[in-house]
């Protein structure tokens, strides 16, 4: 799960980290009021999304009156931001948050996750600030420099201190850089994080050292020990397709294809992706129903896939590993009868009974075309959408 | 002989008496799996589906030799159940479960750092040998004892695999789905070194995804064989996925370039591994791999 910017800040603030004065506003009037109850005569005016790359995109702006705010914020709302990392079709603003600006000496990367290779978390910091950690560990490796610690020993100061004499700093910002880390190390455990991102990290020209902008994923196999956590849930920024799925316990992702796909099990999903798109042809979703292929799920299944205004043909790719294929059939034909599939449907199935399974889905009356293998299945969705359109 | 489930295993459930369970042991017995009692809490001196069931995994070895053991209990009892196992002193645990934190799985993999109990999963399918038994929710039937040794991440392709080269009239020694979940009990590494010690396994085939880096820690592991040596096939899924989205399985998702499909099957071909481009083409890649038409 993903949080906002501001919320994170609030969080880690909460732990002890150095975060800069700031609040959220949803109306351009609000963050006026934002901006003048905090005083002082520059702030800045963050577009608050779920994703990377604001700043590049204009979601980020330093203004220097509180009329500057108002008017920015309004400029911010409602406007669609289109960075690397939202895809085409962007994100709405919906939130902007105002902060306090402050005199930046220099700005570093910070990071922690869970490495693993070696089960730890794992700190990553680099004199590289404000670029992409990708970006310097394809272009520089040398300069990311990781420090793993030991769950059982907790965090330790020296672990802290190899971090900032690492990045070189003076005795003054290493000292606060020690406190930083062991407060964020802190948030990351006790809140079961997957992953905290401060890029950057700023040193002030008065040595302190402050998140700029905070990124926080939580483990979602862990939000049934945070419900506060789970509260700060903005779904607004989720595919509400994907949220139903979620609600049935199903694992789907919108893409941007035209051939919808229901697969049970993640690795065969991705592999009748993968063949879909070898065959021609160009995945709508990633959709995971799971071990039992019931018809309730089938019937929610095939419902969200046909939300999809683009999807012209759907492939049913089941391996019924111990489940009978007759009753996973009994199910897809069920399901398909309810929800009216009116698009070409490709069904292959693999397992015990299967040719039972295949009788049923043949004397259904439906217009299901049969396919013996994943490949198979694949051509003949990727014919028949070529066919129907 | 097979790893990991063999002639000598003696096999307990945790969880035997909830439906997961009860379900999968019935399955296990009617795949003359050596299944020999039940674990559950507060349910000990019950017998079920004809198995005694014990309060703790300590008095269920002391009183049948057990030597292994397939966890079926829910995520938030799915760690301690583990670090039990292994306070037992049993040889293999295989953990169905699925949804366990994260942050419990780094404390077991820590804990047991240096211990010989050999963790498979949590998040996997299980482990199947051919004629020797399973453990976990494989399908017994699609599987054929045979020469090739089976590792994947994922479950449903484990079985592909296991249809491919039963098909092909290769058969498998063992299958081991490792799982999911991005920290884990064995990888890759751990169980190619089983594979290649066993006399019965011929070859290797090797099914990965994206997400992590488990699969270039295979491909050097694999280069650097220098006497012994088998041939390995392999496929990794996701070559589509879009980058920073997590299909699935919470370790399938890719955030740097060494954790795509192409960076890992590129690093697998320079091993010399036969690399299959679709799961359909395994086991004539295993086959190719082995020289056999």
């Known amino acids: 799960m993903n949080i906002h910017e501001y919320q994170a800040k609030q969080i880690l603030n909460k732990f002890g980290v150095a975060v800069l004065r700031g609040g959220v506003a949803y109306t351009p009037s609000e963050a006026k009021t934002v901006a003048r109850e905090m005083g002082g005569d520059l702030w800045v005016v963050k577009a608050q999304i779920h994703a990377g790359g604001r700043g590049k995109a204009g979601g980020v702006k330093v203004v220097k009156s509180l009329g500057d705010v108002e008017k920015t914020a309004k400029e911010l709302l409602g406007k669609t931001l289109v960075t690397h990392q939202t895809g085409p079709k962007g994100k709405e603003v919906k939130r902007v948050f105002v902060e306090e600006g402050c005199a930046i000496a220099s700005e570093l990367y910070l990071g922690m996750l869970i490495d693993r290779e070696t089960g730890c978390v794992t700190i990553l910091a680099s004199t590289e600030g404000g670029v992409e950690i990708e970006e310097v560990a394809r272009k520089s490796p040398k300069k990311i420099l990781k420090v793993a610690i030991d769950p059982l020993v907790g965090m330790q100061p020296y672990y802290a201190r190899k971090v900032a004499s690492g990045l070189g700093l003076e005795p003054k910002t290493g000292g606060a850089l020690v406190k930083f880390l062991l407060a964020m190390y802190r948030a990351f455990t006790e809140l079961d994080c997957s992953q905290i991102e401060i890029n950057p990290l700023v040193i002030t020209k008065d040595e302190t050292v402050i998140a700029?902008?905070?990124?926080?994923?939580?483990?979602d196999n862990a939000l049934f020990r945070h419900k506060d956590v789970e509260e700060l849930r903005d779904?607004?920024?989720?595919?509400?397709?994907?949220?139903?799925?979620?609600?049935?316990?199903?694992?789907?992702?919108?893409?941007?294809?035209?051939?919808?796909?229901?697969?049970?099990?993640?690795?065969?999903?991705?592999?009748?992706?993968?063949?879909?798109?070898?065959?021609?042809?160009?995945?709508?979703?990633?959709?995971?129903?799971?071990?039992?292929?019931?018809?309730?799920?089938?019937?929610?299944?095939?419902?969200?896939?046909?939300?999809?205004?683009?999807v012209e043909g759907?492939?049913?790719?089941?391996?019924?590993?111990?489940?009978?294929c007759d009753a996973i059939a009994d199910g897809i034909v069920a399901a398909a009868r309810e929800v009216d599939v009116h698009v070409p449907l490709v069904v292959r199935l693999e397992g015990t009974n299967v040719d039972l399974g295949k009788k049923i889905l043949a004397d259904s009356g439906l217009a299901i075309i049969p396919a013996e293998t994943m490949a198979d299945a694949a051509e003949k969705i990727v014919q028949a959408v070529k066919e129907a359109s | 002989m097979a790893v990991l489930i063999t002639a000598e295993s003696k096999i307990i459930c945790q969880g035997l008496t909830g439906s997961q369970g009860t379900f999968h042991s019935e399955q296990a017995i009617a795949y003359d799996t050596n299944l020999v009692a039940g674990v559950t809490p507060d349910k000990g001196g019950m017998t079920h589906l004809d198995l005694p069931v014990f309060n703790t995994v300590a008095e269920a070895v002391a009183k049948t030799g057990a030597n292994a053991t397939g966890i079926f209990v829910p995520p938030v009892f799915a760690a301690d159940a583990i670090l039990e196992a292994a306070d037992a002193g049993l040889d293999l645990v295989v953990c169905i479960t699925d949804g366990i934190p994260v942050r419990d799985?780094?404390?077991?993999?820590?804990?047991?750092?240096?211990?010989?109990?050999?963790?498979?999963?949590?998040?996997?399918?299980?482990?199947?040998?051919?004629?020797?038994?399973?453990i976990g929710i494989m399908p017994g039937y699609i599987c054929e004892k045979g020469k090739v040794g089976v590792v994947s991440r994922s479950g449903t392709l484990s079985y592909e695999a296991a249809v491919q080269t039963t098909t092909a009239g290769l058969g498998q020694s063992t299958i081991?789905?490792?799982?999911?979940?991005?920290?884990?009990?064995?990888?890759?590494?751990?169980?190619?070194?089983?594979?290649?010690?066993?006399?019965?396994?011929?070859?290797?085939?090797?099914?990965?995804?994206?997400?992590?880096?488990?699969?270039?820690?295979?491909?050097?592991?694999?280069?650097?064989?220098?006497?012994?040596?088998k041939p390995v096939a392999a496929f990794i899924a996701g070559a589509s996925a879009p980058p920073g989205r997590r299909l699935g399985h919470a370790g399938a998702i890719v955030s740097s370039g060494a954790e795509t499909a192409d960076a890992k099957k590129e690093a697998l071909r320079s091993a010399g591994v036969e690399v299959a481009d679709t799961i359909t083409s395994i086991g004539d890649a295993m086959k190719k791999a082995l020289g056999v038409s």
């Open chain 1, 212 to 219: 700029l902008d905070a990124k926080i994923n939580f483990d």
């Open chain 1, 235 to 310: 779904e607004d920024e989720e595919d509400p397709a994907e949220r139903e799925a979620e609600r049935h316990s199903l694992n789907y992702i919108n893409l941007d294809g035209n051939i919808g796909c229901m697969v049970n099990g993640a690795g065969l999903a991705m592999a009748t992706m993968d063949i879909i798109k070898l065959s021609g042809g160009d995945p709508a979703n990633f959709l995971d129903v799971g071990g039992g292929a019931t018809r309730e799920r089938v019937t929610v299944a095939f419902k969200l896939i046909l939300s999809d205004p683009n």
């Open chain 1, 314 to 324: 759907v492939m049913v790719n089941i391996f019924g590993g111990i489940m009978r």
């Open chain 2, 105 to 134: 799985m780094q404390r077991v993999k820590r804990e047991l750092k240096d211990s010989k109990t050999v963790v498979v999963g949590p998040n996997c399918p299980g482990v199947l040998s051919p004629g020797f038994g399973k």
């Open chain 2, 176 to 229: 081991i789905g490792i799982g999911g979940d991005p920290v884990n009990g064995t990888n890759f590494v751990q169980a190619l070194e089983l594979f290649l010690d066993d006399d019965d396994t011929e070859g290797m085939v090797l099914i990965g995804e994206i997400g992590g880096t488990a699969e270039v820690e295979a491909a050097e592991f694999i280069k650097s064989w220098k006497k012994k040596k």
